[in-house]
């Protein structure tokens, strides 16, 4: 095989990698990133911040990993009350991250194999309540697998 034919079956196999997961049979690895943003008046954010499953995949996937970033705009005396990053599927207990108020940050990967599932009629979102006045803006990436390409 050509250096060409090589590096264009590469790039194919890191852009869409396949794995075998809960449900058997042929899966794709995929990422999704969605914008938070909302107001430091000490409430839960979270109506802001809601994402239907539908904007991540017609299907039914399993959460893999999740990742969550904010920022304030810095008026004077900003702080975390907390912030995380749920979703609304029951059985899985709702939070998937905390946020650290120390960093801003939260990561979490789940054990190969395993995770949170989605399905269609549920969502993810962003909860953030902080205090201080101003405004807060966050990032919240989700990690998953899915049988859609």
Known sequence: MGFTKALAVGLCLTTAPAYADWTG???FA?????YAHGVCDGSDQVANNLY???QISPGPIMITGV???AFFSGAAGQQIQYGFAGNSDPTDGDIMVWIDPTTRLGH?????GTGMQL?????VDFHMSCT??????GF???YFISDRH
């Open 25 to 27: 049979g042929l899966k």
């Open 30 to 34: 995929r990422s999704v990133n969605f």
């Open 52 to 54: 239907p499953a539908s």
């Open 67 to 69: 990742d969550l970033e």
């Open 108 to 112: 979490k990967e789940f054990s190969n």
């Open 119 to 123: 399905l269609p009629g549920d969502h």
């Open 132 to 137: 201080g006045g101003g405004e807060f803006q």
């Open 140 to 142: 919240e990436t989700i």
